[in-house]
């Protein structure tokens, strides 16, 4: 399962919950800065070893992954204006990704979770600044 959130038709956030997927499956549309690939291999399965090019890109604004091993993570989801769009809620096996705008996040006791994001980090004055909700 794959949940689009948008706003006047641009891809702010998409939701996954890993459990229901099945097969492969790459949901963020080709053009966007941060990609997210899925898949269940029923069968034992080897890739063609490969190197990945060294390709100069630019990006203009840090995509954001989050990815909830287990427990709770509770995001209100903000468009670049500030303007607050829905709050999600991940439990174990979903993950979040947010290609622009802000967020919230208030996590539950004992949650495991990761965050994937584009580097280089220059500090969070650089990357970030905060909004009043």
């Known amino acids: 399962m794959v949940k689009d959130i948008k706003k006047s038709g641009i891809l702010i956030a998409q939701v996954y919950d890993v459990n229901s997927m099945i097969g492969t499956l790459f949901p963020t549309p080709s053009d966007s800065n941060f990609q997210f690939g899925f898949s269940t291999v029923q069968e034992d399965k080897e890739l063609t070893p490969?190197?990945?090019?060294?390709?100069?890109?630019?990006?203009?604004?840090?995509?954001?992954?989050?990815?909830?091993?287990?427990?709770?993570?509770?995001?209100?989801?903000?468009?670049?204006?500030?303007?607050?769009?829905?709050?999600?809620?991940?439990?174990?096996?979903?993950?979040?990704?947010?290609?622009?705008?802000?967020?919230?996040?208030?996590?539950?006791?004992?949650?495991?979770?990761?965050?994937i994001k584009q580097g280089p980090y220059y500090g969070r004055d650089f990357d970030k600044y905060e909004i009043n909700v």
């Open 50 to 115: 490969h190197i990945h090019k060294k390709v100069h890109r630019k990006i203009d604004t840090t995509s954001e992954f989050l990815y909830v091993v287990l427990g709770e993570l509770q995001i209100d989801v903000y468009d670049e204006e500030e303007q607050f769009l829905e709050k999600v809620i991940l439990k174990d096996n979903m993950g979040f990704l947010q290609f622009i705008g802000g967020h919230k996040i208030s996590i539950r006791a004992k949650t495991k979770f990761f965050e």
